[in-house]
């Protein structure tokens, strides 16, 4: 593990940067021989390294141009070789991207690992190897981490068949009492579940936790109880109509018109779509919504998990997200689902008539003060949750990057990075509003970025309407002429991430000229974040620990996948 | 017992008790009520054990807290404020399956989760329900092609009610749960179901290639569960 920042941080960490972005040229001179080849993807130039030489390559892209955030790890496998993707940018400044691509051998797919560089690869890798089966030489831990530890084969790649039958154990569960003593040495140690199935855990998630008395020793998030095959699934879909459905899917908890929005940015970019105007007001108003919605829920889920507060608070998030909901279900139709983004701009305009549902939005805005103002006293000057809040899962801003941290969970550590503001897109631009950080790097800190987040969404939502409202009448251009059957040119490759509700969500197209993607690979926020629980929790108490859960703000759906 | 002197407000309006305020003149309607004329004047019912236990258990359902995927989103606002399920006697959620006697199945079950949700169904005491929530539990919904969803919630544990949706609106869970409440009150029980998903000692599994395989990275005690993605319905 090196988590050390280079000596003197200021004095080496840019070469490459230039007024008008990155200087390719200038990074594959810094990285020399490691390099055997170079691809242009549609958002980045990818560097083709040689994979025993992966970690050069990336210690000297880290410390020398300054790229810290490893936002994804995308493994595939060609009909002559597999490769993995690290799709690197800068927290400074996301819009400086590069790629490294690793081939490495149909016969003997072994690549260096990239986990002593960033962090955060520990567990995409190991996704890697279990979907896709590529083996990380010198990595820490490779096992499966989605599947069952007895899962035959490798289900996303080019061998696999779906026809064999499988074997799942229920082992770690048959009897938790029966084997206390996890350690040899240290036989004071005592092994607990928390999960899959807890009130705490925010969905399956399945925690193995390991108590040196009241203190948390070690911990170990076990994901994959919601592994749903979302990957799989859009690379059976046309791009045009049967993907769309499914980002609803990933981040369920109303935030699905954000998570539309990642597939819509990056499919439009990789296909050379142009939105028009009004369309990405109303994208812009609707995803503000769903990020009110899912901030709301974090916020009741985590009264209830902190001080208990299933009658109030609860209660309270519950009531504002109906009203969210009914907005939304004014606009695309379904409370939850809404389906609601096409390529090329929306399903359809708003609803008739507009004026009531201009009202609606406005009482709901109007009132927005008030609660807010009510939450602060319920929660935030509440004393119990002081005492359980501050001070408590404490994750510090470079781990934070170290593990890829983005959303709420990077701002509440001082992060000030938020792509709708450092990689524009939507209407975001234009529109008056500020990106909320927050020093503490505690429980509390992060809560309270959300509930400040609220309030900004609300002023952007705010402008919308207003912007809308006026909006002259025969330019409300919905939608873009899109084909009928999108057939994006062979062999093209972009990673597009927006701001969803919990951080950057990513989307990684490879093209084959068909109208089904290749490869669809996505990167979610909450896999990332989840990473960093350890790091909050480990020498705490459990109940801190499940604190910081809740204050992550993860989603099954969308750690799985 | 009477008393001489009535007390007076300020203004001289007498003060009543306040049972004689409520009950006001003549008798109360509440003594009137429609379950009253059912009776005529006895005071008493005649029924069966049997069918007061299923009337008495069809009225107070004791929910398990159990969330899986996106419906249980909608399944708790189903529990919360508005839609509130506790008004139709389906309680409020129990965070551990030994005091329940609902489950809501509320998402995608997939491979490495169903043999712990067996585990948790198996924990509840009899008798017990199942409501399963959403296009997931009745045949996988949109998922049903992915190499490791199980194909519906009855593929591993008998349900007795299937709403439909994706997810369901918290009006349709309502009404499902009604359903049941009325089937119990009724006495009618569960469908006996086909249950191709069972857990077993590993040790008991019929020797195949795959067996063999695992033969050394699993014990012969261990609990475990087949799956098979093509050969499920
Ligand atoms: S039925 Fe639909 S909403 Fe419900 S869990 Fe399945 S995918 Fe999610």
Redesign the pocket.
Known sequence: MSLEEPDDPLATRDVGVTEEGVDYDALADLLGDTVIDRESHVNAEGFVVRPDEVQDALFALRDEAGFDHCACVTAQDYDDRYESIYHLRKYDDPTQEVSVVVPSPKSDPVSQTAEPVYRTADWHEREAYDLVGIDYEGHPDMRRILLPETWQGHPLSQDFSGEEPQVVTLREHANPLADDKRSEDDPDTMFINIGPHHPATHGVLHVETVLDGEQIAHVEPDIGYLHRCEEQMCQQGTYRHQIMPYPD?WD?VSAGILNEWAYARAAEDLADIEVPEYAQVIRTMSAEMSRIAAHMLALGTFALDVFGDFTAVFQYAFRDREVVQDLLEDLTGQR??FNYLRLGGVAWDLPEPREEFFEKTRDFLDDMPEKLKEYHNLVTSNEIFQMRCVDTGILPPEEAKQYGATGPVARGSGIDYDLRRDDPYGYYSELDWDVVTEDGCDNYARVLCRMQEVEQSARIIEQCVDLLEDWPEDERDIQANVPRTLRPDPDTEIYRAVEAAKGELGIYIRSDGTDKPARFKIRSPCFSNLQTLPVMSEGEFVPDMIASLGSLDIVLGEVDR | MSSDNTRTTKHGAEIESTQEARLGEGVDSRFNSTLREAFGSTPFILTKFDQFMNWVRGSSMFMLQFG????SI?MIHTYAIKHDLDRFGAGVPRASPRQADVIIV???IVSKFAPRMKRVYDQMPEPKFVVS?????ISG???QEGYNVVKGAEEVIPVDIHVP???PRPEALIYGVAKLQERIANGESAPVTVKPYELEQFGDLEQDELVDKLADQIDEEDLVMRYNWSDSP
């Open positions: 899917r369920y939850l689902m | 899986i995927a996106c419906c909608e509320p998402g995608t929530m959403g296009s997931c539990t919904g949109p998922f949706g994706c997810p």
